[in-house]
């Protein structure tokens, strides 16, 4: 089976590897840990296809230590414990670094079982994922590596990789390859700043093309079939997934319908329709709440829809409710005060409710104090009575602060209203 492009052209030198310059350039902090070839413990952060697996074996080959790389998906803890024991053999007298792909799937137990070597030194660990490392990697392995995020490659430097790609491709088949005007760009773009997948595309795009007297032409339609959807980089259980929707929510709240709608077409693309309709869901409770009140059985609606009538067609009403949450008018102040209420019931604040309303209207022998005492608000003018709700403990408490908008404004003026004329007359 014919090694796979994306393999064949993986770098040997860090001055082959594409983006990444703020880690790998001259003078940047990863360089100049690797020129100095005093490796310590690390962590490769990012996304697939962005140089992680490369720079570990780069800097394997220019320490001279012994290289093990384990894939945490499928390796267990007596692949670490063949490891260990080869550590003081003649192979591993310049130590050994091991490169530990997808560490998040590593048990906290398999993780620990490498605590005592990487502290004394035996074992130098390169560990990558996908994942952010804070929340999947154990705090006693974390706290003894350094980490560096890769990022996504931006498409410049992988129209660099492709340029390469197309150029070895031709040299191995001994054919010329022409390329249509914007195919680099758009495979570049495609791909989502995963090079390997932009590597991919190119190969595929090579043995499915047209061949004409030993020239291989490849068009902008063939690159745009073979590289559509390359984009969506998306796991509903992973980082990418939050992301999206909290941007999405995000939009939304700071009430740009243009990103609001980029944010959602994602989620639509990707089939995450129930993301898309919760948070939508929830803005409008959140973030538009009493400033514009019928929102939420609109958005309601429109969010049952999309449910009933599924995709394709989900995107029409949902991008509908989607712009008009963005444009409406925002307010949090119930938000807010349901959680300031939470925060004194949690805290032990409460107390017993009081007696006028309580749900009896009896009293027993030993209460002198006979009667609930309870005055009915219909009974007064304008429909209202002072008289004491909150526990004794909370008499005073405050948890709902109307927002600057029309709707509580208005709200606010009749209650001022209601209460000034109903403490006068009664």
């Known amino acids: 089976m014919a090694t796979p492009l994306a393999d064949r052209l993986r770098p040997k030198v860090l001055s082959d590897v594409v983006g990444q310059h703020h880690l790998l350039d001259e003078g940047k902090i990863l360089r100049t840990i690797i020129d100095s070839k005093n490796i310590p413990n690390m962590i490769f952060y990012g996304p697939s296809g962005t140089g ?33 024991k080869e550590l003081d053999s003649f192979m591993s007298m310049n130590g050994v670094l091991l490169y530990l792909d997808e560490i998040q799937n590593f048990n906290k137990k398999q993780q620990q079982s490498l605590l005592e070597f990487i502290e004394n030194g035996k ?59 914007g195919v680099l760009p758009h495979i570049a773009s495609a791909c989502g700043g995963d090079v390997r997948k932009s590597l991919n595309a190119a190969e595929l795009c090579y043995l499915s093309a047209r061949r ?106 949902l991008a509908d409710a989607v712009v008009l949450v963005a444009n409406s008018p925002k307010s949090n ?31 027993g022998e030993d209460n002198p104090n006979k009667g609930q005492f309870y005055q009915y608000p219909h009974d007064f003018p304008r429909r209202w009575v002072e008289q004491q709700y909150l526990p004794d403990a909370l008499k005073d408490a405050v948890y709902y602060v109307p927002g600057e908008n029309k709707m509580e404004q208005a709200s606010k003026a009749y209650l001022d209203w209601m209460k000034g004329k109903a403490g006068k007359e009664s």
């Open 52 to 84: 992680k697996t490369t720079v570990a074996g780069i800097i394997a080959q220019d320490t001279g230590k012994r290289l093990y790389r384990l894939n945490a998906t499928n390796a267990s803890t007596a692949d670490i414990k063949d490891i260990i």
């Open 212 to 317: 004409e007297n030993g020239v291989v032409r490849i068009t902008r339609d063939q690159a745009g079939q073979l590289a559509q959807r390359s984009a969506m980089r998306y796991d509903r259980e992973g980082d990418e997934h939050y992301d999206i929707v909290s941007a999405y929510q995000k939009s939304m709240r700071g009430s740009d319908a243009n990103a609001a709608l980029h944010y959602l077409a994602r989620l639509l693309e990707a089939g995450d329709l129930p993301s898309a309709c919760r948070r939508l869901m929830v803005c409008a409770c959140e973030d538009v709440g009493l400033a514009y009140p019928m929102i939420i059985p609109i958005v309601k609606a429109a969010v049952d829809a999309a449910l009933q009538v599924g995709l394709p067609e989900a995107r029409i009403p």
């Open 123 to 181: 074992i130098t660990l390169i560990a990558s994922t996908t994942e952010n490392p804070y929340f999947y990697i154990y705090n006693a392995i974390l706290s003894r590596c350094t980490v560096f995020e890769f990022k996504s490659v931006e498409p410049a430097d992988v129209e660099q990789a492709l340029e390469r790609a197309f150029r070895i491709l031709g040299e191995e088949n001994g054919e010329t390859i022409e390329l249509e005007e």
């Open 333 to 363: 102040s119930a938000y807010v005060g349901i959680d300031r209420a939470l925060e004194d019931i949690r805290s032990g604040k409460s107390g017993p409710i009081p007696r006028t309303l309580q749900n009896k209207h009896f009293d």
